[in-house]
């Protein structure tokens, strides 16, 4: 009697205990699925609606109008993912800027660190985002204008504008500032103005100035110049550059870059699109003209017989005549509207860079010292470079109309496929029309993936997602990286160089990195990122963002396993409880 007794008490035990386990299996499995619910709402990436809304469609001009107030609509940039600290920034009115307290260099207030890469003409507001401008940072942005009248708090502007661009300085940003007030700025301490094309300075308003510098600008040889370097230094307010009739230039008489000395051309100060330069300037002959990211139509160098080296690139010119440049060393036109190109008077030529044109044909063939021909997206149907000298470094001539044929399988083997393919399939467009079909067989440009997880990217992995198009960064103009067509606000830093917190994009050929404080920020599924160019001609690539595969931190699948582990552990202790006691009864 008292056996039974005591086996109905161990199963009572053991149905108590698997009760338990049931109850407390369906508890965390219900607690898991809402946890997973939670997780599947994600921030908005940054970008995604009102960040940066310059590259919300490719093309399409930002500039603000001069003397016009930039909208001041705000919208915060999302907090990145809570396992990194990065800096919180925002947007407002084509700016971005953070916001500090006393820990900043410049005390509490806003900190605008970049402009939308679109904007030429730029007007700050006094606050943003409630706060106080005290420091603007917008070197190397290409600004026509830029008013800052309003930031009376202002302690810190950095707007140098990187001019010229001599050939000890390649660059594209040469639209650049022509005047500068600040004397609304009384509490400025810091100013670098340098790099522009501002003829006059008037900093006797700013009795708090310390740090000064404003080189490399136009100011003449005047009152206003040698009183600006009796207050600070020569350093901080020379070398300026010279002008007459217009162009911009200086003198090298003992330091000459690369060639004899003479007048070299940096740039013009005028708004007409039509500039000749002269034989001589400031009594030298002119030996080097280096006009780029102007607006010109038309350039006048016929008369430079003694010209060496010319960079004309990034203008909007459909002819230009170099035929009385024979001593021509170095020619740069790219990414005008060129239909033709003679160079055969050029037997002295080692650099040719004409990409981005609309050449039908070109004759090297008179060039024998040719070392670089880069000559991609045109309309050639044909390049014979069989006399030419070309290193395989300083070769490229894919997005052209070259048939497979004999002469492009020579170049390939030459040159290799990247630096030939992909041609445009069928005849070259007709004036006024843009290529439809690039490549052989597709109509956008190749994009590939070279991260190490291939297409997928998965959450919390703290892997970048890196992506490469064969096309130029800095020579094909690129304009704005976009994922799932919403623009990221990219810092401009150099023509090779854009970068911010969560992505950047650098030169060779392009190469954008998406950074895990963005990824993270990603809903699952398939998303896009996009390479914009100024032509139109984009690149797209489509990716996949995972959940983690990884047990995490809550994660039930350790929690159940533990908790039923637990209750075996209570269910086999009852068992050997009641066991002892059993076997101790019959001992009596």
């Avoid at 911009?248 to 940096?266: C, K, L, Q």
Wanted: aromatic share 6%; charged share 20%.
């Amino acid at each position: 009697m008292r056996k039974k007794i005591v086996g109905s008490k161990l199963r009572r035990v053991l149905a108590i205990a698997l009760v338990f386990a049931l109850v407390t299996t369906s508890a965390m499995s219900a607690f898991a699925t809402e946890r997973d619910a939670q997780t599947e709402t994600t921030p908005t990436a940054v970008g995604q609606s009102d960040v940066a809304q310059a590259g919300e469609e490719v093309g399409e001009s930002t500039d603000a109008p001069a003397n016009e107030t930039v909208p001041t609509e705000s919208t915060a940039a999302p907090a990145a993912a809570q396992t990194e600290t990065v800096t919180t920034l925002a947007t407002e009115g084509g700016l971005t800027y953070e916001i500090k307290g006393d820990e900043g260099e410049y005390g509490a207030g806003a900190y605008v660190t970049s402009v939308d890469g679109g904007a030429t003409n730029v007007v700050v507001p006094a606050t943003l985002g409630g706060a106080d401008v005290v420091y603007i940072h917008t070197s190397y942005y290409g600004l026509a204008s830029l008013d800052v009248s309003n930031c009376t708090k202002l302690k810190f502007l950095n707007c140098n504008g990187r001019f010229p661009g001599s050939s000890t300085n390649f660059h594209t940003e040469i639209t650049c500032l022509t005047s500068l007030d600040v004397s609304k700025n009384t509490a400025l301490t810091y100013l670098d103005c340098g790099g522009n094309k501002i003829t006059s300075l008037d900093v006797s308003k700013n009795t708090a100035l310390t740090d000064l510098n404003c080189s490399n600008n136009c100011l003449p040889d005047s009152e206003n110049r040698r009183a600006l370097i009796t207050r600070f230094s020569e350093s901080a307010i020379l070398p300026q550059y010279n002008v007459e009739s217009g162009i911009i230039y200086e003198v090298r008489i003992d330091e000459p870059v690369f060639y004899e000395p003479g007048a070299y051309v940096v740039g013009y100060t005028g708004v007409s699109q039509d500039v000749v330069i002269p034989a001589m300037l400031g009594g030298q002959p002119v030996v080097e003209v280096n006009i780029k990211s102007d607006i010109l139509t038309s350039l006048d160098v016929s008369a430079c017989t003694n010209l060496k080296y010319l960079d004309c690139g990034d203008n909007n010119l459909s002819s230009l005549d170099v035929s009385k440049n024979i001593a021509l060393e170095h020619l740069d036109c790219e990414n005008n509207n060129l239909i033709a190109l003679d160079v055969s008077k050029n037997s002295k030529l080692v650099w040719l860079s004409c990409y981005n044109n609309r050449l039908t044909s070109l004759d090297v063939s008179n060039n024998l010292d040719l070392y670089g021909l880069i000559c991609d997206g045109n309309r050639l149907t044909s390049l014979d470079v069989s006399k030419n000298e070309i290193s395989e470094m300083w070769f490229f001539c894919y997005n052209n109309y070259i048939p497979d044929s004999a002469e492009r399988r020579a170049l390939i083997e030459r040159f290799g496929e990247d630096a030939v393919l992909p041609q445009y399939a069928g005849l070259p467009p007709q004036d006024g029309q843009t290529p439809t079909n690039p490549g052989d067989n597709d109509n956008t440009p190749a994009v590939e993936i070279i991260s190490d997880g291939g297409a997928k990217y998965t959450l919390g992995s703290g892997k970048n997602f890196v992506v490469k198009s064969p096309r130029s960064m800095s020579g094909e103009a690129f304009t704005n990286l976009l994922v799932d067509g919403n623009a990221l606000a990219l810092e401009h830093k150099s023509a090779t160089l854009w970068e911010n917190a969560y992505a950047k994009v650098e030169e060779g050929s392009t190469v954008a990195t998406l950074y895990p404080s963005y990824l993270d920020t990603l809903s699952v599924g398939e998303h896009t990122v996009t390479l914009a160019y100024a032509d139109g001609n984009n690149a797209t690539v489509t990716f996949e963002v995972a959940k983690s595969g990884s047990p995490k931190t809550g994660d039930e699948t350790p929690l159940l396993a533990l908790v039923l582990l637990l209750v075996i552990a209570v269910a086999g202790s009852a068992a050997l409880f009641m066991r002892r006691r059993h076997l101790l009864w019959k001992a009596r």
